[in-house]
């Protein structure tokens, strides 16, 4: 690990607002041998996404490099000409983006994305490549992995779309591959499978790598050296095992102390009180493939019910029962005590206005051409019925609610906005309806530590001010520490056990309970190792994985 395979120095980029460009990366070193892993680490807004592109010679619209040096193996990106960039992106240079559903052609199925890349970089033939994806989709655990490239992105879930978004990274064995944020999507069980096949293929073929992520935990699995950015500058660097243990930077610190937010627990729920919402034996389909299997659990007004499970277990399908998007096949839904409609075509505006729901990922939520004043102004005209200045003045009202200036956001787009911020628009959309019960689809899972404080912060205000009630789809186990009253625990679209948060996270539990407590990383870099090894995977790469 002696030859360097990439080199960055006094790295400086500017992004443009209204015409002036001010400073995102100021003058970064970075260097990176041939197969090594480099961890980007740092909150929201501290120029690791774009630090990881300019590595690639690549800049965002609005974005510039505006001093420096970038070369890739002998090679100076900033000056290549356009033609030896595409030889290299995608041949040589890969990426793996943090929003796989943002990245995917909707209009063409998961296998002939993957080909176009070794196809056209006559890497492999067509025939050849598809050979390969299905191999590299065996690898990397997703389901059917001989069928599943022959479906289009919607109908895979978002971990598994992820996957296959990794796969195809994969698909032309580069040198260089930039993860940026690759698990964020995916639940612990999972994320687990996902690392050590990424760690197997690294290692297989000396594949070197820039980790982006926000999860402290997974990068100290993933990384030999670890890079702390703030702001654009870059605080410290050192190897993985150094920056646990003995960070020097008080800013590094303040990243590896564990999230503080803990929300007192409440009473019992008085006997005999009426849920907000209540499933009650619901099964449900896709088409001919049952999904839910004799679901049924309560939530009350004011409270918090976290529903957890990996990718596929039947959560988010939960949710659009609920919603009505999904008309359940057996069973009901009550609200208020009062049965819902299946089909959220046939409710009353009351009743559609009192479910709503503020979803994963705020970059594909969000409209880009409105500003975020018209966003938050449609549900308030649709639900309320307010227009011209009672309508402005209740979305500034909104606005102060998710404690963002109104003078300084009403007039801005999405694209203006960081990652948190776009969340609390998403929140002040919900909250526009006046809803009773709000259904929070991994609503933190995309977001740094200190900006998911933040918004969990604000959701319990919001829902003590409110008597709120909230659904809350997570699979980081930490969240649900944070933030929930009560647990439900989905498997294969059974709810495998559920209670008050304190009984669930005491044992004995249920096995498939034990597996996702199991599975959440630990700040030690051996944590990922140890674990394969207890569960019986000594090469992470053959057939062994099987047994997890």
Same mark, same amino acid.
């Given at each position: ?18 015409? /002036? ?56 990106? @900033? ?16 990426? /793996? ?32 490549? !598809? ?38 990274? !994969? ?71 150094? !920056? ?125 051409? !409105? ?26 009202? @909104? ?150």
């Amino acid at each position: 690990m002696t030859e360097t395979l990439l080199k960055m120095r006094g790295v400086k980029l500017e992004g443009r607002s209204d015409e /002036v460009w001010t400073p995102i990366i100021n003058g970064v070193d970075l260097t990176l041998a041939k197969g090594e892993v480099l961890g980007l680490i740092g909150e929201s807004g501290a120029g690791k996404s774009t630090l990881g592109l300019a590595a690639m010679g690549y800049t965002r619209d609005g974005v510039r490099i505006s001093g420096g040096s970038v070369e890739f193996d002998g090679i100076d990106l @900033l000056t290549a000409s356009a033609a030896v960039k595409r030889g290299l992106l995608g041949k040589r240079i890969a990426y /793996v983006a943090q929003s796989a559903a943002a990245s995917f052609n909707p209009a063409h199925k998961l296998i002939d994305q993957h080909v176009e890349g070794p196809v056209q970089h006559h890497v492999m033939s067509r025939a050849e490549s !598809m050979a390969d994806g299905i191999e590299l989709y065996a690898k990397l655990r997703l389901p059917d992995p001989e069928s599943i490239g022959f479906r289009y992105p919607h109908q895979v879930s978002g971990g598994q779309l992820q996957r296959a978004m990794t796969a195809m990274a !994969m698909s032309c064995r580069p040198d260089l591959i930039i993860f940026d944020e690759p698990t964020t999507a995916l639940d612990v069980t999972t994320q687990i499978e996902v690392l050590a096949a990424i760690r197997d293929i690294v290692e297989q073929f000396n594949t070197a790598a820039i980790y982006i992520t926000h999860d402290l935990a997974v990068v100290a699995q993933m990384a030999d050296r670890i890079k702390v950015l703030l702001r654009g500058d870059e605080v410290e660097t050192a190897d993985t095992r150094t !920056m646990l243990a003995a960070p020097t930077q008080e800013y590094t610190k303040s990243l590896w102390a564990v999230r503080s937010f803990q929300r007192p627990v409440k009473p019992s729920v008085s006997t005999g009180a009426v849920p907000v919402v209540s499933l009650q034996k619901v099964d449900a389909a896709y088409g001919k493939v049952p999904v839910l299997h004799d679901i049924s659990f309560d939530m009350h007004e004011g409270r918090t019910v976290a529903v957890v499970g990996e990718s596929g277990s039947g959560k988010s399908t939960a949710a659009r029962c609920i919603t009505g998007l999904l008309p359940p096949s057996d069973g009901q839904i009550l609200l208020d005590g009062q049965v819902l409609p299946p089909d959220y075509r046939k409710r009353s505006k009351d009743q559609l206005r009192q479910v709503q729901m503020i979803y994963q990922m705020a970059d594909t939520a969000l409209n880009p051409r !409105m500003s975020i004043g018209q966003i938050i102004a449609r549900p308030v005209h649709f639900y309320l019925g307010l227009t011209g200045s009672a309508k402005r003045k209740r979305v500034h009202q @909104l606005l102060e609610q998710i404690e963002l200036e109104p003078s300084e956001y009403y007039n801005r787009l999405p694209s203006e906005l960081s990652g948190g911020q776009k969340q609390r628009i998403g929140i002040a959309r919900a909250l526009a309806a006046e809803p009773k019960f709000i259904i929070c689809d991994e609503v933190t899972s995309a977001l740094d530590q200190l900006v998911a404080e933040g918004i969990l912060r604000l959701l319990a205000k919001l829902q003590d001010d409110l008597k709120l009630t909230y659904m809350f789809i997570t699979h980081d186990l930490a969240t649900v520490r944070a933030i929930a009253d009560e647990v439900v625990v989905m498997k294969d679209g059974h709810v495998v056990e559920q209670g008050p948060k304190d009984t669930m996270f005491k044992p004995p539990h249920d096995p498939y309970t034990e597996l996702l407590l199991s599975s959440v990383p630990e700040m030690d870099p051996d944590w990922l190792t140890n674990l394969l090894a207890e569960r019986g995977v000594d090469n992470i790469g053959d057939a062994a994985l099987d047994k997890m």
